[in-house]
């Protein structure tokens, strides 16, 4: 089993910092990606950004050049780094990975629980 459990998540002032963290356990061969989503109230899931081995990561229009992905492999960990945060950044964040826990089955989905970003004056 693959377990994402994600932290760094709280309540903040515009214009400031947060570091969520989201770290993969268990059986785990190889991570082939790690996303974050985020899902404000009444709203649908939306992708924030995503990191690949070997890839330039990607971030969504509305985050980009405020947000930074980033990942520590040998911790099987993914990062995001939240500058300049605004009041509709408020969502819970989640991080997404898929994992190779069997090679003969390949990849598949895990998600973690999510955390709370709040922001507000």
């Known amino acids: 089993q693959v377990q994402l459990v994600e932290s760094g998540g709280g309540s903040v002032q515009p214009g400031g910092s947060l570091r969520l963290s989201c770290a993969a356990s268990g059986s785990i061969l190889s991570i082939n990606s790690m996303d974050w989503y985020r899902q404000a109230p009444g709203k649908e899931r939306e992708w924030v950004a995503t990191i690949i081995s070997g890839r330039s990561p990607n971030s969504a229009d509305s985050v980009k050049g405020r947000f930074t992905i980033s990942r520590d492999n040998a911790k099987n960990t993914v990062y995001l780094q939240m500058n300049d945060l605004k009041p509709e950044d408020t969502a819970v964040y989640s991080c997404?990975?898929?994992?190779?826990?069997?090679?003969?089955?390949?990849?598949?989905?895990?998600w973690g629980q999510g955390t709370q970003v709040t922001v507000s004056s």
């Open positions: 997404r990975a898929v994992i190779v826990t069997n090679w003969a089955r390949g990849a598949n989905e895990y």
